[in-house]
């Protein structure tokens, strides 16, 4: 059980520690993954927003534009959103002549997003977090079966504690292994209750009050850190019926 436990585990450990140590910095891969605005060149007049939104409907027939916004320089590229069922597309336009600039979301801002949803929910929403609680389960599991294992007696426990010289190379292979599992022994405890507590594993810098317990609610948050960073929007945006 320890050595199969141990191989599942310490690959979802690795996984888990990797993109947690990445998203330590997710704020700065927000920054520097967020290009410069966009800004019209033109010199008419700057559509309307029902003109733009007609613009977009034409642009893409049997699509509804369900938000415009604009950002603080009127020149800057204009958001809108446009839905047809479940579908949205979020895009920029041009203020002036109407012509569409690009994505509202860059594509580095996505993979950000894919990373930080990866490492809280496996890309598989409320079930991904779920599997990392099963994994924060199997985790101490390892760490309960790796003790008992390892336990050397009452009179000899300290002598595990350290390598020793002279020894082949399978009795050296087991020393290290005993060794590291036991002094990261404290870690790997940590780590699996957080992990459990949460119900998934967050990197360092996300507070219990950060954590989105919703998938809808991750890529929102993702969506309104790209908005501030990106444009700094004002409350001028509406919907479109």
């Known amino acids: 059980m320890h050595l199969w ?9 690795l996984m888990i520690s990797l993109t947690g140590s990445v998203l330590v910095y997710s704020n ?12 019209s060149k033109g010199s ?17 027939p ?5 938000h415009l916004g604009r950002a603080l320089d009127f020149d800057q590229a204009v958001e809108v959103w446009l839905r047809r069922g479940g579908e949205i597309k979020k895009r920029l ?12 979301v860059p594509t580095a801002i ?21 599997v990392n609680g099963i994994g924060a389960l199997a985790a101490l599991a390892l760490a309960a079966t790796g003790l008992v294992i390892w336990w050397p007696g009452i009179h ?3 002598r ?16 290290l292994h005993s060794m590291i599992g036991f002094w990261s022994l404290g870690f790997t405890l940590v780590f699996a209750a957080e992990c459990y507590q949460d119900g998934g594993c967050h990197a360092g810098g996300y507070g219990h009050s950060d954590r989105l317990h919703d998938h809808s609610e991750q890529q929102q948050c993702s969506e309104r850190i790209v908005a501030s960073l990106d444009r700094k929007r004002l409350d001028l945006s509406h919907e479109v019926s």
């Open 44 to 60: 008419g007049p700057r559509l309307t927003d029902d003109q733009l939104a007609e613009v977009a409907t034409r642009l893409y």
């Open 28 to 39: 700065e891969l927000y920054r520097a993954a967020t290009p410069e605005p966009i800004l």
């Open 93 to 104: 336009f041009d203020p002036r002549s109407g012509s569409e600039v690009g994505e509202s």
């Open 5 to 13: 436990t141990g191989i599942a585990a310490g690959l979802y450990i």
């Open 156 to 158: 000899t426990w300290r």
């Open 62 to 66: 049997g699509y509804r534009v369900v």
């Open 110 to 130: 996505r993979l950000v997003s894919k990373l930080l949803d990866l490492h809280d929910n496996l890309l598989a929403g409320e079930t991904g977090r779920k």
């Open 160 to 175: 595990s504690l350290s390598l020793h010289r002279g020894a082949g190379w399978k009795r050296m292979t087991w020393e």
